[in-house]
Nanobody, 120 residues
Framework: QVQLVESGGGLVQPGGSLRLSCAAS????????MGWARQAPGKARELVAA???????NYADSVKGRFTISRDNAKNTVYLQMNSLKPEDTAVYLC??????????????WGQGTQVTVSS
């Protein structure tokens, strides 16, 4: 089983920056990919950024050029650096991990989320 601990959310003014962190722990064979999604009130969950174990990244068009996802493999931690934040980035940001609890098996797990509010 895997556990995720997210941190780094908060209140920031438009144009500001925040860095989210998500640390995975527990008993598993490997982590295949980690990423972030967000959900604003009344809206569908949106994939924000993802990072595969091989290093390939994927970003939502709305955050390209402003957000950067990175990972510390030794710490099983993924980061989301968010710059030039806009009010429309306000949402609960949820960490996701695609992992293998044992060889040949894949599973997926969501964190509880951290609130990001962009407002003056």
């Amino acid at each position: 089983q895997v556990q995720l601990v997210e941190s780094g959310g908060g209140l920031v003014q438009p144009g500001g920056s925040l860095r989210l962190s998500c640390a995975a722990s527990g008993s598993f064979f490997s982590i295949n990919a980690m990423g972030w999604a967000r959900q604003a009130p009344g809206k569908a969950r949106e994939l924000v950024a993802a990072l595969a174990s091989g290093g390939s990244t994927n970003y939502a068009d709305s955050v390209k050029g402003r957000f950067t996802i990175s990972r510390d493999n030794a710490k099983n931690t993924v980061y989301l650096q968010m710059n030039s934040l806009k009010p429309e980035d306000t949402a609960v940001y949820l960490c996701n991990v695609d992992y293998s609890p044992r060889i040949g098996v894949r599973s997926n797990y969501w964190g509880q989320g951290t609130q990001v509010t962009v407002s003056s």
